[in-house]
């Protein structure tokens, strides 16, 4: 029997997949005091597959890149003992024979939890449903002269990370947090080398992609951009120059991969539906030479044709691999698939809504409480 487009194998640079399913970067707010936790083991391992890709949840690059309280209990990077608490969790990941990626960020101005965070602006997050009715804090404008410094925290994550044993990092630069806040013109200000014209407001990030780099080499280097999403307020007059603007960059900087979040889904099936996703990123697949990597929505039919047609290498999943740890072979079976549980997406609980989503072997699907379609960060 012939595999589905998603279960063909791929060469991302350096690495050997055996499949293009990927699990997405997803915060899961399990990591009490910053730490990452021995229960994290347990969840990346049982969603590990050889040949498989992984990318963590949101990694924070100090102390002050953290802050929202609605997804509390985020993991660190920046010191000597949360390098140590995630080298088990890598081990078991490599054990089972996959590659697994860091995702590391600063939230900026996306935050109730400091007093006065830093962002490309000092306006704060409006407080409206979209932007989950919280009371965001003021922020400050970044000053050109921080802006070293701050790069430099991403630097020594990554260096972190590959002494954790990560196979490399993904720059977060979506979903309105720091970097995003710093491309798009809805929010960014200012009237500095950082503001104003597009090539000043994306150049804090391929500034620190550039420092990424010659830290640890391009082929450990992946990029996560939300061109078209207007999360936490975040959004561009000009999505689509900003989208393809970036992608020339990186190419330029034959980072390994892009990692693309489509623009806002139609769906209204939990597994996705084939036609529903926008297909706006053509112009990125035209320009970026690397591995196109796209997600937000897609089904398994929706991703088998994003492969098939060449419109993307790779397909990351969330809150479908997040309830079907055996995604990939669900996927190869097309089996039916768990539902999520929204209430505990953010819980702190180490096992309900993280460990305890059925195997196949264990007896099939849960019933779940299943509500709306948004993709968790």
């Not at 003021?138 to 991403?154: G, K, V, W, Y």
């Not at 975040?234 to 892009?258: F, G, H, I, K, T």
Request: proline share 7%; aromatic share 10%; hydrophobic share 35%.
């Amino acid at each position: 029997m012939e595999p589905i487009p998603l279960m063909t194998p791929y060469q991302m640079g350096p690495f050997d997949l055996s499949h293009r399913v990927v699990l997405a970067p997803m915060t899961r707010s399990r990591s009490y005091g910053n730490l990452p936790q021995p229960h994290a083991v347990k969840y990346y391992a049982q969603r590990a597959t050889e040949g498989g890709l992984l990318i963590s949840e949101a990694t924070g690059v100090s102390a002050d890149a953290q802050g929202m309280s609605a997804i509390p209990h985020t993991p660190g990077i920046w010191t000597k003992e949360q390098v140590q608490a995630w080298k088990p969790i890598v081990d078991a990941v490599h054990a089972k024979g996959a590659t697994f990626f860091c995702q590391i960020w600063h939230v900026g101005r996306a935050s109730d939890m400091q007093q006065q965070p830093i962002s490309s602006t000092d306006k704060p997050i409006e407080r409206n449903p979209e932007n989950y009715c919280m009371d965001f804090s003021t922020p400050r404008s970044l000053t050109e002269e921080e802006i070293p410094a701050l790069i430099d925290q991403f630097r020594i994550a990554a260096r972190n990370a590959l002494e954790a044993g990560f196979d490399g990092v993904e720059l977060h630069a979506a979903n309105g947090y720091l970097m995003d806040q710093f491309m798009k013109d809805g929010v960014n200000d200012r009237a500095d080398g950082y503001g104003g014209s597009l090539e000043n407001r994306c150049r804090l990030a391929l500034e620190t992609v550039d420092v990424l780099v010659d830290q640890v080499g391009p082929y450990n280097v992946g990029v996560r951009l939300s061109p078209y999403s207007g999360c936490l307020g975040c959004r561009d007059s000009d999505p689509d120059e900003l989208a393809v603007y970036m992608a020339r960059e990186l190419n330029r900087r034959d980072v390994l991969y892009l990692n693309v979040v489509e623009p806002e889904m139609t769906s209204e099936d939990d597994g996705g539906a084939l036609g529903l996703v926008p297909h706006r990123l053509q112009a990125m697949r035209d320009t970026f030479d690397g591995t196109l990597m796209v997600g937000g929505g897609y089904g398994r039919e929706e991703g088998n044709s994003a492969i098939a047609e060449e419109y993307a290498d790779l397909v990351a999943y969330g809150r479908l691999f997040l309830a079907n740890p055996d995604l990939p072979e669900r996927f190869r079976r097309n089996s039916p698939l768990n539902k999520y549980d929204r209430a505990t997406f953010y819980t702190d609980d180490p096992i309900v809504g993280y460990t305890d989503y059925p195997f196949l072997e264990d007896g099939g699907q849960t019933v779940q409480v299943v509500e709306g379609n948004g993709v968790i960060y």
